[in-house]
């Protein structure tokens, strides 16, 4: 290496003329500064950045060590080789140690001190050069990834799903009612406890609620409790001060905090230890929560959702929730029925493959009739989250159409999709056999009674059963009901 900047520090003039010369006179093109203390060299360090320091250990005031430390402070970059007096051992390995790369013992051999900072600058230089390879590389990698990103977007489907969580409720039949419901309550500033079973979309009511509210622009925080452990609920939801406990570092708000002037969701509520639950009273009634730890309360403005799996009416007369907690939060009820009660399972369907299939790029644009069925047959223990990953899966399966084997992780009876009405069930069937054979002769003469009613307008019958066109449509063909008989009566 012929070029590059160097700095001596010494405290003896001789060597800050000797080695100046030597360097220049094997070293073309180098620059050398010289400084004859650890003062004016930090000085000189300021206003250059060099390609290598040689510093004497032993200097009055500030030694080498001390000024080693500074210039790995201020240039860390910057390869430092120290001088040292023999027999000082300890001090070169204090120096090596405090990040000298080398060490230069007295007397000083020309050669030698020529060849230790040619290796040094060398080593800077080459790391310089692996640092720019690297920067360069990393802005190469985030122009790919910008450009996949591009092109991924490009070859999404342009079927855009719905962001309103209102819009996947479906407004129709026994959802009509907690759609009104949750118009009605959105804008107040009542607490609403949403109560169903697992899977009906509890959360995706208390989304609703929120975004239909004038804090839709604030923040919607969600708090699983159920997954938290008791130990920990406390200083999640009401934050924790710096040492309230072992392990806390540092000041932590807690969830009532960060979702401030926004919506808090706890839910499944009823899994609240009963003393964090007595806390949770304290802060619905006096809107101010006390963080662990400190010893006075912070006002916290926030409106409560939360959502329970099983009645809470239940499990206060069980003594396992308080009731003055209960009554707090019993401001506005919303019960969600389960999916087997709803007559808009083949609308959610249709939206959960819509939205499948633009998030897994996949084709599959529709369902068929006798997939539809299966669906229709389902029991759906898990409700509209059991659904929605069905959809999902028959989706990844399905080329083009959901059929019936891309829905085999449902458990259903295939005879069940082409039973009529009137048919009775098979010798030897199962009581839940016996059921689903009465259910279809039931639901066929409600339709037949529907369709007789509208004079053959099965617009109007879906309307009168309370239905979707398309699964009123779907069951008059299994069950082999013709419109046509009914326009003469």
């Given at each position: 290496?012929?070029?590059?900047?160097?700095?001596?520090?010494?405290?003896?003039?001789?060597?800050?003329?000797?080695?100046?010369?030597?360097?220049?006179?094997?070293?073309?093109?180098?620059?050398?500064?010289?400084?004859?203390?650890?003062?004016?060299?930090?000085?000189?360090?300021?206003?250059?950045?060099?390609?290598?320091?040689?510093?004497?250990?032993?200097?009055?005031?500030?030694?080498?060590?001390?000024?080693?430390?500074?210039?790995?402070?201020?240039?860390?970059?910057?390869?430092?080789?120290?001088?040292?007096?023999?027999?000082?051992?300890?001090?070169?390995?204090?120096a090596l140690r405090g990040g000298a790369c080398d060490f230069i013992p007295k007397p000083i051999d020309r050669d030698y001190f020529?060849?230790?900072?040619?290796?040094?600058?060398?080593?800077?230089?080459?790391?310089?050069?692996?640092?720019?390879?690297?920067?360069?590389?990393?802005?190469?990698?985030?122009?790919?990834?910008?450009?996949?990103?591009?092109?991924?977007?490009?070859?999404?489907p342009t079927t855009k799903v719905s962001e309103s969580p209102l819009s996947l409720l479906q407004a129709s039949g026994p959802m009509e009612q907690i759609v009104q419901q949750i118009k009605q309550v959105a804008d107040s500033p009542l607490t609403v406890l949403v109560q169903g079973e697992t899977g009906t979309g509890k959360e995706l009511v208390a989304r609703a609620i929120h975004q239909l509210s004038?804090?839709?622009?604030?923040?919607?925080?969600?708090?699983?409790?159920?997954?938290?452990?008791?130990?920990l609920i406390e200083s999640e939801l009401f934050g924790y001060e710096k040492g309230a406990f072992t392990g806390a570092h540092e000041r932590k708000e807690g969830q009532f905090q960060l979702a401030g002037g926004g919506t808090l969701f706890l839910d499944e509520i009823v899994n609240l230890p009963l003393?964090?639950?007595?806390?949770?009273?304290?802060?619905?009634?006096?809107?101010?929560?006390?963080?662990?730890?400190?010893?006075?309360?912070?006002?916290?403005?926030?409106?409560?959702?939360?959502?329970?799996?099983?009645?809470?009416?239940?499990?206060?007369?069980?003594?396992?929730?308080?009731?003055?907690?209960?009554?707090?939060?019993?401001?506005?009820?919303?019960?969600?029925?389960?999916?087997?009660?709803?007559?808009?399972i083949l609308q959610l369907a249709n939206g959960f493959l819509a939205e499948a299939s633009t998030e897994l790029d996949r084709p599959c644009c529709r369902i068929s009739e006798a997939a539809a069925q299966v669906l229709l047959r389902y029991d759906w223990p898990g409700n509209v989250r059991e659904l929605r990953n069905v959809i999902r899966r028959a989706s990844l399966l399905a080329a083009d159409v959901v059929e019936p084997e891309h829905l085999a992780v449902l458990p259903v009876d295939p005879s069940l999709a082409t039973a009529r009405p009137g048919e009775p069930a098979p010798a030897g069937s199962s009581l839940k056999q016996l059921a689903q054979a009465a259910t279809v002769d039931a639901e066929g003469r409600a339709i037949r009674t529907a369709l007789q009613t509208a004079r053959g307008n099965k617009s109007e019958a879906a309307r009168l059963l309370r239905v979707d066109y398309k699964t009123l449509h779907l069951k008059m063909k299994q069950y082999g009901i013709s419109a046509g008989q009914f326009r003469q009566s």
């Open positions: 290496m012929s070029q590059g900047a160097v700095l001596i520090v010494d405290d003896e003039l001789a060597v800050l003329q000797a080695l100046p010369h030597a360097l220049r006179l094997r070293m073309d093109g180098v620059t050398v500064d010289t400084a004859d203390s650890a003062g004016v060299a930090l000085d000189r360090i300021a206003a250059r950045d060099y390609d290598a320091i040689v510093a004497d250990i032993k200097m009055p005031g500030m030694d080498g060590l001390e000024l080693l430390a500074e210039i790995r402070t201020r240039r860390p970059d910057t390869p430092t080789l120290m001088i040292t007096a023999h027999g000082e051992n300890d001090l070169v390995v204090g020529i060849a230790a900072l040619h290796r040094a600058m060398e080593t800077r230089e080459a790391r310089r050069r692996v640092k720019e390879q690297q920067l360069a590389l990393e802005r190469h990698l985030s122009e790919l990834e910008a450009i996949i990103e591009e092109r991924t977007r490009e070859r999404r004038a804090r839709r622009e604030k923040p919607f925080v969600a708090v699983d409790c159920g997954a938290i452990p008791d130990t003393p964090t639950q007595a806390k949770l009273l304290r802060a619905l009634q006096q809107r101010q929560v006390q963080p662990l730890g400190s010893k006075r309360a912070v006002p916290v403005a926030v409106r409560i959702t939360a959502a329970s799996n099983v009645p809470l009416e239940q499990e206060v007369r069980l003594g396992r929730f308080r009731a003055d907690v209960y009554y707090r939060l019993n401001e506005f009820v919303i019960t969600l029925p389960p999916l087997r009660e709803r007559d808009n």
